[in-house]
């Protein structure tokens, strides 16, 4: 049964491995970790995306412009405390692409919203857990830029996976 789900291309949910019309991308600032722009870079780097090794090489240029988390209190207890919590993750990301007749530049708005509920007087689990959902919002919106920029590249005349 193994072989057979092997042999099919079967994957788990999620997983996506990303085209070659990315490779050669010069992402900036994704040399730092804990932003999105270092989660997009990692995600690709482990897709197996092969990266310019700097902007003037570069076929394309993704530029997170802006990443922001934000929160407000959904509902309180009797005492005041928070029991329900509102993250939101804004981004802009700025795609580059020269060509012939100058560089285009694309502006593109994301933004994602989670819920958390806490339950117990634990301050710091809830900040721990907090900090765990942000992480995989940061995650979550790399997947997406992704995706976004897979349908954006298939556009492009001359790139691979083209239609």
């Not at 857990?129 to 997406?144: C, G």
């Amino acid at each position: 049964m193994l072989l057979l789900l092997a042999g099919c291309g079967f994957h788990l949910k999620g997983f996506a491995q990303p085209s070659q019309a990315l490779n050669g991308i010069f992402i900036p600032g994704g040399d730092v970790r804990d932003t999105l722009a270092g989660v997009l870079q990692e995600d690709l780097l482990s897709g197996g995306v092969i990266f310019a090794p700097d902007v003037k090489s570069a076929r394309y240029r993704l530029q997170v412009t802006r990443e922001k988390f934000s929160s407000r209190v959904l509902s309180v207890d009797a005492n005041g405390k928070a029991l329900d919590q509102e993250i939101r993750l804004q981004a802009e990301f700025l795609l580059s692409i020269p060509s012939a007749s100058g560089e285009s530049r694309e502006r593109q708005p994301l933004e994602m919203v989670r819920q958390l509920s806490y339950s117990g007087n634990d301050e710091l689990g809830q900040r721990n857990e907090a900090e765990l959902l942000m992480t995989d919002m940061r995650h979550d919106m790399a997947a997406q830029a992704i995706r976004m920029l897979e349908a954006r590249m298939k556009q492009i005349p001359g790139t691979p996976g083209e239609p």
